[in-house]
């Protein structure tokens, strides 16, 4: 079946740590992006990749790291510089968001121990 | 900055009740989307509507477009506890990524 696998489910991170949270699609999908989503805050996008080795940064990109190696792979690492990284991380992915919309993964939970 | 804004920001209706959920945006827009979401899952793409579009069918979905004040709405027929879930609108410049509002959680009870 073809669709975008985030990993892992749920993750704990210590102070000072870096995460990296993992993003696959297998849908043969050109663009690629990272959303956070804060209760009562909805989306806000952290970064974006439109092809492979390129990358842009979105409205809360401080913090956040990505790359673009592989079509198929868009990890993102949660730096210790992120001062409040607990949230719920969505990963999604495009062929044509004008006519198709986004696929989203199903989410990984981030929390602060 | 999110640029769609959903109305209400909560609704709780019976089933077999339908549930109308609205969104406001400020700029020119070449779509609209709306999407699902489930507690704790990814959201799913429910329709697309064009900006030179003014409603759209899907199912039990009904979705309007008033590009002239920068509103859209989604209307769900006929309502079934398993339509309990967040919408959330999100609208395409055309040229850039897909702005979200914040949603709108629907519960509908048995």
Redesign the interface.
């Known amino acids: 079946d073809g669709g975008i696998t985030?990993s892992p489910k749920y993750l704990f991170r210590k102070e000072g740590q870096n995460v990296t949270l993992s993003c696959e699609q297998n849908l043969n999908h050109d663009a690629m992006?990272w959303?956070r989503q804060d209760p009562?805050?909805?989306?806000?996008?952290i970064y974006?990749s439109q092809i492979v080795n390129d990358f842009q940064k979105?409205?809360i990109a401080e913090g956040y790291s990505v790359s673009r190696e592989k079509k198929e792979s868009f990890p993102l690492t949660v730096t210790s510089a992120q001062k409040n990284p607990t949230a719920?991380y969505?990963c999604?992915s495009s062929w044509d968001?004008?006519?198709?919309?986004?696929?989203?993964?199903?989410?990984t939970?981030l929390t602060v121990v | 900055?999110?640029q769609g804004e959903e109305d209400p920001q909560a609704l709780s209706i019976q089933e077999g009740e339908n549930a109308t959920m609205n969104c406001s945006y400020k700029t020119s827009i070449?779509?609209l989307?709306w999407?699902r979401q489930n507690s704790?899952?990814?959201?799913?793409?429910l329709i697309?509507i064009r900006s030179n579009e003014r409603e759209k069918h899907s199912g039990r979905l009904r979705v309007t477009l008033d590009t002239s004040k920068k509103s859209s709405s989604l209307l769900i027929t006929a309502s079934r506890a398993a339509d309990t879930a967040s919408y959330?609108c999100?609208t395409?410049p055309?040229y850039s990524?897909?702005?979200?509002?914040?949603?709108t959680m629907l519960l509908v009870s048995p």
Do not use: I, P
């Open positions: 985030q992006y959303y009562g805050q909805g989306l806000r996008l974006y979105g409205d719920f969505l999604a968001s004008s006519n198709y919309g986004y696929t989203f993964g199903s989410g939970r | 900055s999110q070449n779509n989307q999407y704790g899952r990814g959201l799913v793409h697309l959330f999100a395409d055309g990524t897909l702005t979200f509002g914040k949603g």
